[in-house]
């Protein structure tokens, strides 16, 4: 019987320009149905370049379920390249407990303030489609609201699992924004 | 626009807010249409006459028959005085000249066309990019939300315009967009999401509807009752 593992909590530092900046250019290749510059932004090799010419659109590619076959590894190398662009891991939780203690902690939840911004940074919904997994855990905050959130959990810090010390203090150590995720 | 729109769009995914405010509704939380309704000064809802068990579907397959009376007499029966029931029973009023039944109704399609959920149902059913612009520009003025705008324009006979709409919806709303996809354009390997079928199902039967009415009666109706309105 095969154990499952539960993947680790990471953050990352997010550089948004060039997020943004990957973002329009992701925009504007499948906009003008460029599928050489598709294959050129996404840094396909021969196969998946002329996997992305065939069909009616090349954003039908993106359209389709991330569990399918023919797309997967197109998503996937979508990711790598974000990732490699935009985001700098920071600093991975050695505990998998992590976020069930963030979603739960009766002492991060009974502070309405700690539990908002912990929800934003773990909110998928709040990334662009292209840095979201399907069953992956996953969010932001900009600078202000990590530092915000660094600065809630410090006092908390004495009554805090050992998990939740180590990504208080993670957080506090980074610069900037920060990315959340847990299958990047 | 919805707070998961604002801080996509705070990170450079559409439009022009890089606000991000904490008390702005979820995107789900009011219907497509419901901005800008007081809906709690209407008037109680006029229930159908019991046992009539028919529908604007039946309407519509009436008038596909080429039984047009039927399904002006079905739209009568089944009007509750506002929504789609009437802004059909009045288009099919000004396509068989009966001016009196359209100037009865007129007021309740004018403030059906209020907000932008029917100018956008319109442009999408329209399809043509010509006729479908001073729709869009009305559901644009009217604030309508940028996935909306994206889903009607993915809805043009014009290529480049319908995979613009496409590429928008899936920067605005992926969910939607892989629904519409596997809904509307039977992209191979789209699957639905259950969270946006709602409110795709919401949006499209009117849409629908009206496409299969016929979109340029329905818009010469509409453009009339807004005129009017003014």
């Given at each position: 019987m095969s154990a499952h593992v539960r993947p680790l909590l990471s953050l990352y530092t997010l550089n948004r320009p060039e997020l943004k900046a990957f973002s329009s250019e992701l925009r504007a290749v499948l906009t003008s149905d460029d599928r050489e510059g598709l294959a050129r932004t996404l840094g396909l090799g021969a196969e998946l370049s002329a996997r992305v010419g065939k069909?009616?659109?090349?954003?039908d590619w993106f359209l389709?379920?991330?569990?399918d076959a023919e797309a997967a590894p197109l998503f996937a190398s979508l990711r790598r390249v974000a990732k490699k662009r935009a985001l700098a891991l920071a600093w991975t939780s050695a505990e998998p407990s992590l976020e069930g203690r963030l979603r739960a902690f009766d002492l991060l939840r009974e502070d309405a303030r700690v539990a908002g911004l912990i929800d934003k940074l773990l909110d998928a919904e709040r990334l662009p489609w292209f840095l979201v997994r399907p069953g992956a855990t996953s969010g932001w905050l900009d600078s202000a609201k990590r530092e915000d959130l660094a600065g809630q959990l410090r006092p908390l810090r004495p009554s805090l699992p050992k998990e939740l010390v180590a990504f208080a203090d993670a957080l506090r150590d980074l610069d900037g924004d920060v990315v959340a995720h847990d299958m990047l | 626009m919805g707070f998961f729109d604002k801080a996509r769009q705070y990170l450079?995914?559409?439009?022009s807010s890089d606000e991000d405010e904490a008390d702005d509704p979820a995107p789900n939380a009011a219907a497509p249409g419901a901005r800008g309704r007081d809906r709690k000064d209407r008037p109680p809802l006029v229930e159908p006459p019991a046992g009539t068990g028919q529908s604007v579907e039946d309407a519509l397959a009436a008038r596909e028959a080429g039984d047009h009376a039927e399904a002006r007499k079905i739209l009568a029966t089944i009007d509750r005085g506002k929504g789609l029931r009437t802004l059909l029973r009045a288009a099919a009023a000004l396509e068989a000249g009966d001016e009196d039944v359209v100037k009865s109704l007129l007021a309740a399609v004018a403030e059906e066309a209020e907000g932008w959920k029917l100018s956008l149902q319109l442009a999408g059913a329209l399809g043509d990019p010509a006729l479908a612009a001073p729709y869009l520009a009305r559901a644009v003025a009217a604030k309508a939300p940028a996935w909306a705008i994206a889903w009607a324009r993915a809805g043009s006979s014009d290529e480049a315009e319908r995979r613009a709409g496409l590429v928008d919806l899936l920067f605005e709303d992926p969910r939607l967009a892989r629904t519409i996809a596997a809904?509307?354009?039977?992209?191979?390997?789209a699957v639905t999401d259950a969270d946006a079928t709602p409110r795709y199902a919401a949006f499209a039967h009117g849409r629908d509807s009206i496409r299969r009415f016929g979109a340029a009666t329905v818009g010469r109706l509409v453009d009339r009752a807004q005129g009017g309105a003014r």
């Open positions: 069909g009616p659109r090349a954003v389709r379920a991330e569990t | 450079g995914l559409g439009g809904r509307d354009f039977n992209v191979v390997g």
